[in-house]
Every structure is written in structure tokens, then in C-alpha cells.
């Protein structure tokens, strides 16, 4: 479809989501039936073995083999449900809105705003994928996407979700970006190298940003911040779409630091460094 989605953020930052064409859409979700249906076929055959010749006779016996042979169909309804309806569910939890056939297409389903799906919107948009694939092959939720914008299915609706596609990925080292001159920091601590180590424990690392207040800094810009860090390592970001981003985010961060990041930029602070050291400052200090 090729078209994009801008959500603002109140830190003034715009993020702009390529919408999951249905094609693709389609193909993500072929990919992952084909996978279902050979889970199936195994479990089937799995069971069948067990069962044996048990299974025959409660299909050609009497009153109480025919009360048998109900109990193994419900039993296979009820394993079909279960591993149709959790292979979505569970994937898209550990995944974080992906599945097999979604990651093969780079797609990805997200909350309306932005934000990662959590198990309760995989749940639900999950449990109404069972209307959206009625009469046949997800008629209604076809029907549904070709109506909305969006292109969003009956599940998507219920649970305020989208599907997006990923925009193309980067090696970690191009998103890195070399420490400024010393003649140029205004802090007499040397500026981190991005990332910061991992293997630094919480509590340990120095202070980046001595006697700077970040008393106005909310829970929601150091999860935006994290979030947008953690995608950069990931190599979900481009390196110029990532500058972008960190510039906006941290110019609204800085100002409620009562600063101006251009005094930052002016002395050869990157938007990213600044960024994690905003993290690690507020590791560093316990807060």
C-alpha cells in the first residue's frame, strides 16, 4: 500500500510507520497457516499412533465406544484450537508482534500508538481472529481490510493495533558514532562511548552528567528513550533515521533538564550519546 502513519509523542517526537500492505499481510499469514498445518499433521499422527486400535473400536463399537470416539474428537478440536489460537498468541508475546511468517515479511504488530504489543492485545486480537477468518479463509477480515485505511482486520479493531512493515536494518556498528574532542565537553567527566557496556551494573558506572537536575525528566522519556535505544542496537533504525529521531528526543529531554540541547550539539554531543548518558545518569545516581 505504501502508505505511512505518523504518531506524535508528547515529547514532540514524530515516528512514521510504513502500513503492512494486505499482500504482504497475506503472505505473512500463509506462511504461518502452512507452519500450523504441519504441527497439526505431526500432532495427528502422534495421537493416531497412541490411540491405535483403541481409537477403531470406539469409532465401530457400541453405546459406550461411541461416547469413546466423541471424547477423542472433542479432545482434537480442542488441541487444534489450542495450537492454531496459541501459536499467534505465544509468538507475538516473545516477539513482540511477530511471528515466523510476519519476521520472514518484516512485519510487525504494534499498539495504535506506537508503542509494543503486550500479551493482552495479542490475546484479543487473537481471540477475534476466530470471526475475522469465517466464512473461509479470513473472508471477514479481508473485507475488513480492504475497507479501512488502515488495513486493519476485526481483531486489529478490538485490540487497537496495527501492522506495520520494518523499515530496513543496520549493522550496530553503523549507528556508532565517535567520542567528541575533549576540548569541546563541558562536563569535566568524559563523555561514554555509545553504547554504554552492558556488563556495567546497575549502581557502578560514574555520573555523565554531574550536577545536572533531572528531577523533570518523566518515567515515560526514560522509556521512550530505552525503547528507541534498544531498537538502534537491534538494528531496527537506519543510522539516518536514528539521528533524526535522537536530535527530536533530545531536545524535548533537555528542556525539561532546563537546558538547551544546542549548547550540548555546539560542543560536539551526539543525540544518542546524549541520550544513553541521560540513562546512565540516572542509573548512576540511583533513581
Not at 514524530?14 to 502500513?19: L, N, Q, R, T
Not at 511468517?101 to 518484516?106: C, I, P, S, T
Not at 543496520?170 to 555509545?194: F, G, S
Request: hydrophobic letters at 40%; one cysteine or more; aromatic letters at 10%.
Amino acid at each position: 500500500m505504501g502508505e505511512q502513519l505518523t504518531i506524535s509523542t508528547p515529547e514532540q517526537v514524530a515516528f512514521h510507520y510504513e502500513m503492512a500492505g494486505i499482500g504482504s499481510r497475506f503472505v505473512a499469514s500463509l506462511l504461518d497457516h502452512l507452519i500450523i498445518g504441519a504441527a497439526l499433521f505431526l500432532v495427528y499422527c502422534a495421537l493416531l499412533s497412541i490411540l491405535g486400535t483403541a481409537s477403531l473400536a470406539s469409532v465401530t463399537g457400541g453405546e459406550e465406544a461411541g461416547a469413546g470416539a466423541y471424547l477423542v474428537i472433542a479432545a482434537l478440536v480442542l488441541i487444534t484450537f489450542l495450537i492454531f489460537w496459541g501459536y499467534f498468541v505465544i509468538f507475538e508475546i516473545v516477539w513482540q508482534g511477530r511471528t515466523p511468517g510476519k519476521r520472514a515479511g518484516r512485519l510487525r504488530v504494534l499498539r495504535r500508538s506506537g508503542q509494543p504489543i503486550g500479551a493482552g492485545e495479542a490475546v484479543i486480537r487473537n481471540l477475534v481472529r476466530l470471526v475475522d477468518i469465517l466464512p473461509g479463509f479470513y473472508g471477514i477480515g479481508l473485507i475488513c481490510m480492504f475497507i479501512d485505511k488502515d488495513a486493519r482486520r476485526l481483531g486489529d479493531f478490538a485490540a487497537n493495533t496495527i501492522v506495520v512493515r520494518e523499515s530496513d536494518q543496520t549493522r550496530l556498528r553503523d549507528v556508532r558514532v565517535p567520542e567528541p574532542a575533549p576540548t569541546y565537553n563541558p562536563y569535566t567527566y568524559p563523555q561514554p562511548q555509545y553504547p554504554y557496556a552492558a556488563s556495567n551494573t546497575p549502581g557502578s558506572r560514574p555520573d555523565p552528567l554531574p550536577g545536572i537536575s533531572l528531577r523533570n525528566v518523566t518515567p515515560d522519556d526514560y522509556r521512550l528513550i530505552r525503547e528507541m535505544l534498544e531498537r538502534v542496537r537491534r538494528g531496527e533504525i537506519q543510522h539516518e533515521r536514528a539521528q533524526e529521531l535522537a536530535s527530536r528526543l533530545a531536545y524535548g529531554v533537555a528542556a525539561r533538564m532546563g537546558h538547551d540541547f544546542r549548547e550540548w550539539r555546539s560542543r560536539g554531543w551526539d543525540p544518542l550519546i546524549f541520550l544513553e548518558s541521560v540513562l546512565n545518569s540516572r542509573e548512576a545516581r540511583g533513581d
